[in-house]
């Protein structure tokens, strides 16, 4: 069998004195959408910088395809990545399609034609043409988002993150998103660990899941078995339930 | 008593520490001059921001500076006779010291304080983790075309301002002070020397270097939210003014003292 395309194991947080990660072993097989739920505050986002190296962890182990990530050169790994920030992170000094195409361009794609890409790839995510020009700051929350994982997808990445895709979207837009990232992996074979608090998202795009809660994967499996899957904290997350094993102070 | 030596020996300790990280990021920021990728693009826009619209600024400074000078070396020359001398002082005053000096901190005033708040508040909105995630190093991408920009623009500002400040002088010594122009040119070009010119320039290099690098260091480094931001920019600001201050006594000392 090969090696996980992501694997994190023994994953340790800490702010001060609040531990956000207490532990973390978690494996991604290659092709595989894994989604990732839990309670606000618990550490989701935390969890995707450390995979990523924006966050140097406190203890653990981080390997993609079987190697350490800190020892991997920009080619084998950051050069495949595509990452929806949480807030969007959409550079607001450059207007929309400059950012869609920002490995385009840097790479040195004509702009002629980076610019009708980047105006596809807004397409896909149901932006129209008209809005590439625009900057950041004249975009809705929602369309900020958007064009923020037209970014994300743009250079077709081999591991896609994605914190809250659907967080502030209608649900046809919703539904469009959740497809798309689907799709990512099902039609380009990518690796996909996506956040949510959404449960339509949990159906669509999930393979496995995993629950997070006290700094620790409380329970992972199929996507099919949430909604019989005999476990308190899952059971409560699904019924959005103030009662349960996961506090609502946090 | 302990406590009070314990605080003291951790604030060093923590100023060492920070000033050892500060040196290896002006380090690491150098030797990206050498490293490929380079950004072209970035630096164009550098280069427009810092020189180029720094013009009217350092222009104004130096052109009321230069006349104020020269009605105070004729007041002051007056006292034992030497009022004639005012073309050479205003030379020289613009020149090694006045021209370097007041575009420096013009240029800490308006550069330092914008590449502070600017990339202060790429780092709080996620932006600058953005652009890693998209593969592209900030050193490279955000920090060096500032730095190469200010340190190649602003000895360009300085002989600018250095030509514009001679001027001032020229406008109120023939105005107002009665000199005749041809003679006040004459007496101003003969009397400089190129050791004036190559200290103007060199500092000039050594204060863009600075007030850019306290901007990169600060708006890199910033902390959380609108007062990170805050904090980020006036930290930056007061490090830059500090530094060129520091750094023209050095460099004052280096060419002329002998
Ligand atoms: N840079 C930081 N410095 C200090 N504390 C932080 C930092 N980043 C996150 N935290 C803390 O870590 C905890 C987890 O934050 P995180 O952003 O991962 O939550 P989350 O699970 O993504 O929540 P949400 O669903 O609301 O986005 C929070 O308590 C937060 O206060
Ligand atoms: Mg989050």
Redesign the interface.
């Known amino acids: 069998m090969s090696a996980p395309a992501i694997e994190t194991r023994a994953l340790r947080k800490t702010f001060g004195d609040l531990r956000v990660l207490d532990g973390i072993d978690l494996a991604v097989a290659p092709g595989e959408s894994l989604v990732v739920i839990g309670g606000s505050g618990t550490g989701k986002s935390v969890l995707l910088k450390c995979i990523l190296g924006l966050l140097q962890p406190d203890g653990g182990t981080v390997r993609i395809e079987g190697r350490s990530r800190a020892a991997l050169a920009p080619r084998d790994f950051l050069d495949r990545v595509g990452m929806l920030f949480q807030g969007g992170a959409l550079f607001d000094s450059l207007p929309v399609w400059q950012n869609v195409a920002f490995r385009h361009l840097r790479d040195g794609m004509a702009r002629v034609e980076a610019r009708e890409r980047a105006i596809e790839t807004l397409g896909r995510v149901g932006l129209p043409p008209r809005t590439a020009d625009l900057y950041p700051a004249e975009l809705s929350g929602g369309m900020q988002k958007r064009a923020a994982l037209a970014r994300a997808i743009a250079a077709e990445p081999a591991f896609l993150f994605c914190d809250e895709p659907t967080a502030g979207l209608d649900p046809i837009l919703a539904g469009v998103i959740n497809r798309l990232i689907r799709d990512s992996v099902d039609r380009l074979g990518a690796t996909a660990i996506t956040i949510t608090h959404d449960l339509t998202t949990v159906r669509t795009v999930a393979d496995r899941v995993a629950l997070l809660d006290g700094g620790r994967i409380r329970w992972m499996g199929p996507a099919a078995a949430i909604d019989h899957s005999g476990d308190a904290h899952v059971e409560q997350f699904v019924a959005g339930s103030d009662r349960g094993p996961i506090s609502t102070l946090r | 008593m302990i406590a009070l030596l314990a605080r003291i020996g951790a604030w060093t300790l923590g100023g060492l520490a920070g000033l050892g990280r500060f040196a290896a990021f002006a380090g690491a920021a150098v030797t990206h001059l050498v490293r490929p ?1 380079f ?1 072209g693009r970035e630096l164009a826009v550098a280069l427009l921001q810092i020189g180029w619209l720094s013009l009217p600024v350092v222009g104004l400074t130096a052109l009321f500076t230069g006349g104020a000078l020269a009605l105070q070396i004729y007041a002051g020359g007056n006292r034992f006779g030497a009022e004639a001398v005012v073309p050479q002082i205003v030379a020289i005053g613009m020149v090694r010291e006045l021209g370097p000096v007041l575009v420096g901190l013009m240029v800490a005033a308006r550069v330092t304080s914008s590449i502070a708040a ?1 990339l202060a508040t ?1 780092r709080v ?3 600058i ?8 190093d900030p050193m490279k991408y955000l920090v060096l075309p500032r730095l190469l920009a200010a340190t190649l623009a602003v000895p360009l500002l300085v002989g600018v301002g250095d030509l514009i400040g001679i001027l001032g002088g020229w406008i109120v010594g023939t105005g107002r002070l009665g000199f005749v122009s041809a003679a006040y040119l004459r007496n101003t070009l003969d009397f400089l020397e190129p050791l004036d010119w190559a200290s103007s320039f060199a500092k000039g290099a050594v204060f863009g270097f600075l007030a850019a690098l306290m901007g990169c260091w600060f708006g890199m480094t910033s902390g959380r939210g609108a007062m990170g931001v805050g904090r980020a920019t006036k930290g930056a600001v007061v490090a830059a003014a500090v530094a060129i201050l520091a750094a023209n006594l050095i460099l004052t000392e280096a060419f002329f003292s002998a």
């Open positions: 990728p950004y600017e790429m909105t996620e932006q983790d953005a652009l890693v995630t998209l593969s592209t």
